[in-house]
């Protein structure tokens, strides 16, 4: 957390921005490079991607990238899109604040754009490189998929969230993922076939969506409190799973996920 469901939320929720000019820029050098206020001075916000799990800022000048770590958020004209993460602080202080933007014109008085980290896991970056990334996690294809996990000998899961295979995936997307692909996590991954492929590449591209319209990465069928609980499947009724898997926890249905 966060995902990029995540990300694709706030990427959304940045675009009244657009056409903007940068007043002044606040951030905390710890997270950024030195000299970002200078650079951004008066430059136009042409445009706001996503590349994975990173929000990217186009100006007139240089490429912002914005990083968000475990526990970092975005909050626009004062609104944020997400109250609160699921694995961090609901509370929302002005010391947690990494990032502070300010533009002409504004909706309101103070910041047009704050990045808010707790834990100063995220950081920002200018033009940052981004080529390594694979195939994005709503668009991915079973061909992309094959030519990503090669010939890896490690768990399907593990490979699943390297993002130079599927960008965007993380740890609640990917065990949902397989969840609806009835792939069990701990498959290698060099022993998928062909259907094993099409069907996690299926998953992605339908029920990802589906989760970032309800509200992101916490909102799949294996939600918080069902990782929780560990009860039964809400498919089969069969009793889930938990174990760690390269350090990483993973839900699944023993019966259905093969």
């Given at each position: 957390m966060p995902e990029g469901l995540e990300a694709e939320i706030w990427r959304r929720s940045a675009q009244p921005l657009v056409g903007r000019r940068v007043a002044s820029v606040w951030c905390d050098e710890r997270v950024a490079p030195g000299g970002l206020g200078e650079l951004l001075a008066g430059a136009e916000i042409r445009a706001i991607r996503r590349c994975g799990k990173v929000v990217l800022v186009d100006t007139d000048g240089p490429v912002v990238g914005l990083h968000f770590g475990m526990t970092g958020r975005l909050v626009v004209d004062g609104d944020a899109p997400i109250e609160r993460l699921e694995y961090a602080s609901g509370a929302d202080r002005a010391e947690w604040?990494?990032?502070?933007?300010?533009?002409?014109?504004?909706?309101?008085?103070?910041?047009?754009?704050?990045?808010?980290?707790?834990?100063?896991?995220?950081?920002?970056?200018?033009?940052?490189?981004?080529?390594?990334?694979?195939?994005?996690?709503?668009?991915?294809?079973?061909?992309?998929?094959?030519?990503?996990?090669?010939?890896?000998?490690?768990?399907?899961?593990?490979?699943?969230?390297?993002?130079r295979v599927v960008a965007g995936l993380g740890n609640l997307c990917a065990d949902e993922v397989l969840f609806w692909a009835g792939v069990a996590p701990d498959r290698p991954a060099d022993a998928l076939d062909e259907s094993d492929l099409e069907s996690i590449a299926a998953a992605c591209r339908d029920r990802l969506p589906l989760m970032l319209a309800a509200g992101g990465s916490t909102h799949g069928e294996l939600s918080p409190g069902v990782r929780a609980e560990v009860g039964l499947c809400p498919l089969d009724g069969g009793h889930l799973r938990r174990a760690s898997i390269n350090g990483r926890t993973a839900v699944w249905c023993g019966i259905h996920q093969r």
């Open positions: 604040d990494r990032l502070r933007l300010e533009t002409v014109p504004s909706k309101r008085a103070g910041p047009a754009l704050r990045m808010n980290d707790p834990r100063r896991l995220g950081r920002i970056s200018l033009d940052p490189q981004l080529t390594h990334l694979g195939p994005d996690l709503f668009s991915v294809t079973a061909q992309e998929l094959e030519a990503g996990l090669g010939r890896r000998r490690v768990a399907v899961k593990t490979a699943l969230l390297d993002q």
